[in-house]
Nanobody
Framework: QVQLVESGGGLVQPGGSLRLSCVASGNFDSSNTMGWYRQLPGKGRELVATATDRGSTKYADSVKGRFTISRANTKNTVYLQMNSLKLEDTAVYYC????????????????WGQGTLVTVAS
């Protein structure tokens, strides 16, 4: 009951910035967690950052101080502002939603976006 559409990926030079967006649509409870994960080349999917509707955030150590996650709750949108990008940030970034449906049978929801490629290269 949740659909995620993410955007904002692309090619950027080292030290540059990029902003990812993810819009959630559907019938879900306002209490939820949205975040970003990434799949590095040759590695498994890993947590980048998450944010609850109340503003609690969590970051991977590798991105602290460089990335900022934020939410626009009225628009059901989560953003990832990526600054000081490094070559090792190159990955497919996936938006994630975890929450509950707003109506019966109140399903637990865990939904992924389609992924957007971020390439950091000179």
């Amino acid at each position: 009951q949740v659909q995620l559409v993410e955007s904002g990926g692309g090619l950027v030079q080292p030290g540059g910035s990029l902003r990812l967006s993810c819009v959630a649509s559907g019938n879900f409870d306002s209490s939820n967690t949205m975040g970003w994960y990434r799949q590095l080349p040759g590695k498994g999917r890993e947590l980048v950052a998450t944010a609850t509707d109340r503003g609690s955030t969590k970051y991977a150590d590798s991105v602290k101080g460089r990335f900022t996650i934020s939410r626009a709750n009225t628009k059901n949108t989560v953003y990832l502002q990526m600054n000081s990008l490094k070559l090792e940030d190159t990955a497919v970034y996936y938006c994630n939603f975890r929450g509950r449906s707003r109506t019966w049978p109140y399903n637990d929801l865990d939904t992924w976006g389609q992924g957007t490629l971020v390439t950091v290269a000179s």
